[in-house]
């Protein structure tokens, strides 16, 4: 996980991706306690490779997350967004309880990547009892239907899945700073990368 953290990390930089800046907001929260603590709060445990994540950077603002300059450009980490703040996380994981649709909640599923919709978020599946262990899910019911669909099947493949989209120049950044995307060419790249993601196929 550390090597595949330091490779995105290289290579973010080297596409002059401005996201890295932003992905942050809690850099003096973000030991190893306060991590755990806050998944804690919901009765849920953060797997280590979620630890790690979040240790190497805690994740973007409520602004950077919902508030984009320009809707079809977002300045983002890959085409599904960014990754959620963890307390921001946590909070909307509490909100989500209070509402009969986002039944998802009792499968210990939590936001951890924002594309700007609110109501739509990408989920981590924290059920250690679970087949679907640490894999990421959709949720968009004019998508995906009234179920979360699987969309990266483990946090390593979700950032190999981005490394892998840069260095074939899927992504790139264009002079304005905003994530450009082929999205047949992610699609058919996300699918091999991820065979247990039923949403590709």
Known sequence: MKELI????NILIENGNPILDSMDVEASRKSEEDIKNSFKSLGLECCPELLELYQWKSGCDRKTLF???DAY??????????LVAYPISAEMYKEYLQEDE???TNDCMVPIISYGVYED????NLNSKSKDFKA???YSPGITGENPKKIYDTIE???ETIIQCYKSHIYHIDNDGYLVCDSDAEAELTRKLNPNS???F
């Open 102 to 104: 986002y039944w998802f």
């Open 67 to 69: 508030e984009f300059e």
């Open 157 to 159: 493949s979700w950032l």
């Open 73 to 82: 450009k977002p300045k983002s980490l890959c085409s599904f967004g960014n």
């Open 198 to 200: 039923e949403f590709w």
């Open 136 to 138: 990421i899910f959709y």
């Open 6 to 9: 330091k490779e995105l990390e």
């Open 121 to 124: 978020p990408i989920l981590i």
